[in-house]
């Protein structure tokens, strides 16, 4: 039972444009999620973080949003430049160690 | 800045055969965790420890052992490898549950 979805496994988007990448959950009771970025041969790298208590959270080009009520999570990236080429991974937990990862969505950024 | 090292990068064994995946940070964690990343799944945690002296079972354990050998070294045992147990396995470490894990680049690991 996958409780962090990731429904699109690659999306395209042009330099300059914004990118959204989406993650849906199914336990009510997760209160913390992040996103991590990965490229080939290299091991995830932590992007940004919000817990269920914001909606919002931004940190430079990244911004993540978090619909409590649809049990949805989304990443955006503005403007997108190509070094943003890599798979996005959000994860959740209930507070404690234990992370669960989506499977994964390939962005890649078309010059 | 080393952060989170695993070794070996790359190791191939034959069915049965056992070994050691080797993790150590150098950013004073207290949490240390082992992940297996296949093919459409994502990262699936084997075991984690949330301080010295202590570990837990993650989603995964089955086929594993780990030691928490002292705060910075967080070892990954396959006593008796199977092809199932082929993957790329990551360590990663963290100051605590909700704060961000960093990872080492990942083991890969092929059992023939």
């Known amino acids: 039972d996958q409780q962090v979805k990731q429904n699109s496994p690659s999306l395209s988007v042009q330099e300059g444009r914004i990118s959204i990448l989406n993650c849906d959950y199914t336990n009510s009771m997760f209160d913390y999620f992040l996103w991590y970025k990965k490229y080939p041969a290299e091991g995830p790298t932590f992007l940004i973080s919000i817990s269920s208590i914001k909606d919002k959270n931004e940190d430079g080009r990244f911004t993540v949003f978090l619909n409590k009520s649809a049990k949805h999570l989304s990443l955006h990236i503005v403007p997108s430049q190509p070094g943003d080429s890599a798979v996005y991974f959000c994860?959740?937990?209930?507070?404690?160690?234990?992370?669960?990862f989506g499977t994964g969505t390939r962005l890649t950024i078309i010059p | 800045n080393a952060g989170v090292t695993q070794t070996p990068k790359f190791q191939v064994l034959k069915t049965g055969q056992s070994m050691t995946l080797q993790c150590a940070q150098d950013?004073?964690?207290?949490?240390m965790y082992w992940y297996r990343q296949d093919p459409g799944m994502g990262l699936r945690l084997i075991y984690y420890?949330?301080?010295?002296?202590?570990?837990d079972k993650g989603e995964v354990p089955n086929g594993y052992n780990v030691s928490r050998l002292n705060k910075r070294e967080f070892s990954l045992r396959l006593e008796s490898a199977a092809p199932s147990q082929t993957s790329v396995y990551f360590c990663?470490?963290?100051?605590?549950?909700?704060?961000?894990?960093?990872f080492g680049d990942g083991t890969r690991l092929s059992i023939l």
């Open positions: 990663a470490s963290s100051g605590g549950a909700i704060r961000p894990q960093h």
């Open positions: 950013m004073n964690h207290n949490s």
């Open positions: 420890s949330a301080s010295e002296g202590t570990t």
């Open positions: 994860a959740a937990n209930f507070g404690n160690e234990k992370l669960t």
